[in-house]
């Protein structure tokens, strides 16, 4: 069977993102968060919860990543790096925010210095909250994020709210 | 053209999104080759302002708020503000309370050492290491959460006291921990002492010696690894370190080797304070009374963060806000070291040479 130019483009399609969901390749950057919510990123690719099963590999390089885990309230010398990293990476890229304060500030929402978290910066495909969030609750939102690429709908860029993805 | 004795030198930015390090600090080296020959560095990037944003929050409100200057020794910074702020008040924490806060305090030393093991391991391209000591970091986390409710900032101090108590079901769940941890710790010094591959990494490289240590005023454990006695918990007790004096552990050697000795025998220093505080835990009430304005005056609160000398300066003028609230913390102290040692070593070394000093950006910066 040949297939018509337009057939390809759907196999290739599948499978592009048959790959993207078995291994998202994530690298995480700290915009001026506490660390509570880094040690708990840590701690969720380490043997007990062990993110890894899921493909799910923590890169170093922002060319190589699918997903940019994303902490910390943004501050302003971070925002220019955080708006760096997010162009280096390729599409289709997404972002995950993670912790109260990359998702609205938290604590330091008053401070002078922070933008009051990361969709004020770029675009967030999902939230994950808590201060910090919980390593289970960090996997359940990659997990979502990944169900819902699946689906094959792109997330509408900075559309969901807290809360929205359960 | 070039000649050999002509090479080029080459600037290497490194950060402040680095793959080996987890929070943003930027560093630019300047290499001969493989060699460092000199090492500059800019922090600031996590910087938030948080004791601007102190002078605006009540005495309370401000207890959450220095939690999280830093994610690992959050109990220590909320102990240090909230001795100091006692202080200011003349109100004293009742025995259990100040008991409980030390039993913490070592619980987080504990969570934080294995971290860092962690951490610095796979640096030292250890990875195996860095997993087994996170899986076993798991078991003092799970402690934490049933003492406290929290894997990570606990909130345990309130001012006048604590909100935690320990019940004979969490005494005898830490007991059963720590002797795990002990058994694992005995086996992890054994590892960073005997493994060759480790051991070409870490002995003899980022040699501070004694006289280095106390011109660079490095503190906590970088500095005891260089053989200066230094540690807050016995020059100026606070909490309850008076009645449960922990023991110096000190190192004359000042390389690598000595920073992963010091703190892995720091380890078991603490497994001993933590079930000695166990046993003699005073009876009594958690908390006292305090007022909610708390007198004019000024204070400086010090006190042992894993990672070294923590220094709080707080000013009152008598209302229910601080007039000035300032951190200082250990990193700051030890960074100058890091720019110092890495001249002279190759490239590759530098990454273990900073992990080294246990370095926390997000204290450093605030
Ligand atoms: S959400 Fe909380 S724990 Fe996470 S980085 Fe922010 S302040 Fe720290």
Redesign the interface.
């Known amino acids: 069977m040949i297939l018509s130019e337009k057939g390809w483009q759907t196999v290739f399609d599948r499978i592009k993102t048959w790959a993207r969901v078995n291994s998202p390749w994530v ?14 990123i ?2 969720t690719i ?3 919860y062990d993110l890894e099963r899921f493909g799910v590999k923590l ?4 060319r190589h990543a699918d997903i940019l885990l994303c902490t ?2 943004v ?1 302003r ?2 925002r220019e ?1 955080l708006l760096r ?1 997010y162009e280096q990476m390729p599409e289709p890229k997404f972002v995950v925010a993670i912790g109260s ?1 990359a998702l609205s500030g ?3 929402h ?5 933008m009051g978290g990361v969709d004020q910066v770029i675009p967030v495909d999902a939230y994950i909250p808590g ?2 969030p ?1 390593p289970e609750a960090i996997i359940d939102g990659v997990v979502k994020l990944l169900q819902k690429l699946q689906q094959g709908e792109k997330a509408e860029v900075g559309d969901q709210k807290p809360g929205e993805l359960s | 053209m070039q000649t050999d004795t002509q090479r080029e030198r080459f600037t290497i930015p490194i950060g402040p999104q680095h793959p080996a390090l987890k929070e943003p600090g930027h560093f630019r080296f300047s290499v001969d080759g493989e060699i460092v020959t000199g090492a500059t560095v800019r922090l600031g990037y996590a910087h938030r302002g948080l004791e601007k944003l102190a002078e605006k929050q009540n005495w309370v409100q401000n207890i959450y708020l220095f939690e999280r200057v830093c994610g690992i020794c959050s109990h220590t910074h909320a102990t240090a503000y909230c001795l100091g702020v006692e202080r200011l008040a003349g109100v004293i924490a009742p025995p259990r309370a100040q008991a409980i806060r030390t039993l913490v305090c070592e619980l987080e030393r504990i969570h934080s050492h294995l971290l860092w093991l962690g951490v610095s391991a796979h640096e030292a391209g250890f990875d195996t290491l860095f997993m087994y000591s996170w899986r076993d970091r798991e078991t003092v986390m799970d402690l934490l959460e049933a003492l406290t409710g929290n894997r990570v900032n606990y909130s345990v101090n309130v001012l006048g006291g604590v909100k935690v108590d320990v019940t004979e079901e969490i005494a005898q769940a830490i007991y059963k921990g720590l002797d795990f941890l002990e058994e694992r710790t005995h086996h992890y010094l054994q590892v960073v002492s005997s493994d060759a591959s480790f051991l070409q990494r870490a002995r003899g490289v980022g040699v501070m010696t004694r006289q280095q240590a106390e011109v660079m005023g490095v503190v906590g454990p970088t500095a005891r690894a260089s053989g200066v006695t230094r540690d807050i918990r016995i020059e100026a007790p606070y909490a309850a370190y008076a009645d449960f004096p922990p023991q110096v552990i000190v190192d004359e050697r000042g390389d690598l080797e000595a920073r992963f000795v010091v703190r892995l025998k720091e380890l078991l220093e603490s497994y001993r304070l933590v079930r000695e505080i166990l046993a003699r835990l005073p009876e009594g009430e958690l908390t006292v009374r305090m007022p909610r304005r708390i007198k004019s005056g000024e204070t400086v609160s010090r006190v042992e963060a894993p990672r070294g000398e923590l220094f709080y300066f707080l000013k009152s003028n008598g209302t229910d806000t601080p007039v000035r609230v300032h951190a200082r913390t250990p990193t700051i102290c030890n960074m100058t070291s890091v720019v110092r040692l890495a001249v002279g070593h190759q490239l590759a070394d530098v990454p273990l040479i900073l992990a080294g000093i246990d370095p926390c950006f997000s204290c450093n910066d605030r």
Not at chain 1, 27 to 40: K, L, M, R, T
Not at chain 1, 110 to 114: A, L, P, V
């Open positions: 690298i995480h950057f700290n915009s001026g968060s506490c660390n509570g919510c880094d040690i708990e840590l701690a380490t043997p007990r890169q170093g390089s922002p910390g309230p501050t010398q971070a790096r990293v304060c938290g604590a330091f008053d401070c002078y210095n922070t201060c910090p919980r």
